[in-house]
């Protein structure tokens, strides 16, 4: 019996993929909460894992709700880059949805502020 | 070949048509992570172990014994919203002045179905079935020959949604739960050792509920502001859990008062897995004397093996949807 279980759990582990954690945010520019001065002309936000392009991306809006990126989010590994319209002084969300690389769905939302 | 390596290829085949083709997280609410906490069961069907929870602390009775427990407890979903767990408890028991005793307590079960999980208000409701086995534990610990069902609503509330001006407030989170325990036997029968008088005590039916309050770091530094700490800090969640239970019905003879515990305390939460360490402080002398203390180390079998076990058995077929719907 014993042996049994041992048999099974090391099937598992024999098909077990490589281990992916979820994709956290691990640091944004301009920071989470942050004052930046001037404009930046992008978001960067690198996660713990890598992306998977397809499924993975971001907006970023003015206090108005009105979307101020341009174009698909850039993603490479676990950094995706969205660039900016020329931002005006004011708060900026930046909302982010994201598939890591083993399927693991995560998301987030951040504030910066773009001082005078 | 010996007979254990000539059935591995059937195991393996066994477990990859066991394969699902997608699955999804541990308790993640929106972008709120509520950890596994050590009183409270998170209000997320996952795919978790804890292995082991270990709590040391003096129990209510009069006098006081010591009583260490080491726990064991497996989570594992069936579909998205439904899963099952099963946890199992080794006890040792010192009475003053007399020898320990020791064993197993009764086996439990749990059967938990995820009834919502708003993410916008990162708010999660999970409905279960607690079933302790009577007679599945130990005589020596002189555990229950009957069974207990305890019906129990769990809930999980981050703060999130806050307005932005609540700042730091955002970052709290609470999670609750609340159950009513009823036996399958309403009397057991007890025999004096001495004199073979018999006697009946009734077995009451309780009110069982808890909660914590928690301040994620996580969420602070990626939701809220980041502060450019330490990245060990930045995994911190510092807990406040209490957990009590309230004899209310079928309770003649056995007394009125609640018992519980006051749990502080730190969940560091890695990539894999989460240690957390807390206090046991009684409320009450029914409840213990002096202060306890409790540790937990705790799997996440979703992100270790996120192809095999970590994933339901049966999952729908709906595949990855593209963010914002765009």
Known sequence: MRSLIANAALALILVAGPADAHALLDH???????????????????????????????QVYDASGARVDVGRAQIAGSVMRIALKALAPGTYRVRWKVLSVDTHTTEGSFTFRVGP | MPDRLRLLPAFAALALLLLPDQAFAHCFVGARFLPATLNTDDPCVADEMSLPTVSKFKTGDDPSAKELDLSF?????????????????????????????????????????????????????????????????????????????TPTLYFGKGFGDLPEAAGWLRAFAVTGQFGYSFPTRRTTMMIDPDTGDISFQNNPNFLVYSGSLQFSMPYLKSNVADLDLPDFVNRLIPIVEAQFQTPVANNFGTGIRTTGTVNPGLIWVGDYFQIGVEAIIPINRASGTGGGAMAQLHIYLDDIFPTTIGRPLFASSAGASKPFGN
């Open chain 2, 73 to 149: 407890d497996v989570a594992k979903r069936i579909t998205e919203n439904f899963g099952i767990s099963v946890s199992q408890t080794w006890s040792r028991i010192s009475p003053p002045g007399m020898p320990s005793v020791h064993g197993w307590q009764n086996l439990e079960t749990a059967f938990q179905y995820q009834a919502l999980k708003d993410a916008g208000r990162e708010f999660a409701l999970l409905a279960g079935l607690v079933v302790e086995w009577g007679g599945s534990g130990s005589q020596s610990l002189g555990t229950d020959r009957f069974s207990t069902i």
């Open chain 1, 28 to 58: 944004a520019e301009p920071r989470v909460g942050s004052t930046v001065s001037p404009p930046p002309r992008e978001v960067s936000l690198s996660f713990t894992q890598r992306l998977e392009p397809a499924f993975s991306g971001a």
